[in-house]
């Protein structure tokens, strides 16, 4: 079988839809036989991160800390992938 790709590429966001799409895109990788590699990755907009911070709050301080929170959120979605 020619499998026809090399590189899978899946964006980790949480929820139901996403845990489907692993699950394809970890069986394409393993249908690959080894030829195709899956990267996950998770993406923070910072400057929607840095709009909603504003919304609530105009102390740099917290700004940080609700940065650090999504950042945080999205490395344990990786690790939990």
Do not use: C, K, P
């Amino acid at each position: 079988m020619v499998f026809m790709f090399e590189r899978i590429l899946a964006s980790i966001e949480g929820g139901e839809t996403f845990n489907r799409a692993l699950a394809v895109a970890t069986q394409m990788a393993r249908d690959s036989g080894g030829r195709a590699r899956l990267r996950l990755v998770h993406v923070l907009d910072a400057a929607l991160a840095l709009r909603g911070a504003l919304a609530f709050t105009h102390d740099l301080g917290d700004m940080q800390s609700t940065f650090d929170l999504s950042r945080n959120r999205g490395i344990q979605l990786l690790d939990d992938a």
